[in-house]
């Protein structure tokens, strides 16, 4: 069964401290790592999509970053706004195909504060 | 462009009723899914359809069922509801419903049962 471990559970940072989420993944075969942004209240807003080891993405002050088994997200001297929980979720490949079938799991997220 | 929709955006209703929620996606995406949210929880796959199939399910009773219609809106169905089944229901959309690609999710229906 797939599995998708966030770590830590809380942050909690000074407007400009940077620092760095964990997304640790269990896929048999990975088709694409996703990271999402959730204000309280609100969906998931769409971040990234990371697909192979060694990619990288940037939007802002947020850069994301891949390897076999993790996946990171950079957070470079945030501000108030950038509070949220990120959630990472990845789409496993499958065996056999069968057309437009997009089972993700998500893991539990991280919940970051960023004080003035 | 309009974002996904979906109605109502709050619901209150009692254990063993029935409910029905509805989904509009992004213009041109074919592939709508559902996941519910519990508090402090990621989102949980529930059903994904594309091209009015249901092509995935998750590990969910069969009070829930889903359907999507030839404009490719879509309901969620639950039915004799149970007070574990208070949470924030998500729908998504995407283009063609692959692994690889990004989904967009709507702000949710609340559903609290009393």
């Known amino acids: 069964e797939d599995q998708v471990t966030q770590s830590p559970e809380a942050l909690r940072l000074q407007e400009g401290e940077s620092s760095s989420l964990n997304c640790s993944y269990t896929?048999?075969?990975?088709?694409?790592l996703f990271w999402y942004r959730q204000d309280p209240g609100k969906g998931p807003e769409f971040l990234f999509t990371?697909?192979?080891a060694g990619e990288e993405k940037e939007k802002e002050r947020l850069k994301a970053t891949l390897t076999k088994k993790e996946s990171f997200l950079h957070i470079t001297a945030p501000k108030p706004e950038d509070s949220a929980t990120y959630l990472c979720a990845v789409g496993p490949k499958r065996d056999t195909y069968s057309g437009g079938y997009q089972k993700v799991t998500f893991g539990t997220g991280t919940k970051l504060q960023v004080i003035p | 462009d309009a974002g996904v929709t979906q109605s109502p955006t709050h619901l209150i209703k009692t254990r063993g009723q029935h409910v029905t929620l509805r989904c509009s996606p992004i213009s041109g995406h074919k592939s709508v899914s559902w996941y519910q949210q519990v508090l402090g929880q990621g989102p949980q796959f529930i059903f994904q359809y594309y091209e009015k199939e249901e092509r995935g399910r998750g590990n969910f009773p069969d009070r829930f069922s889903a359907r999507q219609f030839p404009n490719y809106s879509s309901e969620l169905n639950v039915n004799a509801l149970l007070l574990g089944d208070s949470a924030l229901y998500l729908c998504a959309s995407s283009a063609s419903g692959t692994e690889n690609q990004p989904q967009h999710f709507g702000d949710g229906t609340r559903l609290s049962i009393l």
């Open positions: 990371l697909y192979s």
């Open positions: 896929v048999s075969g990975l088709r694409g």
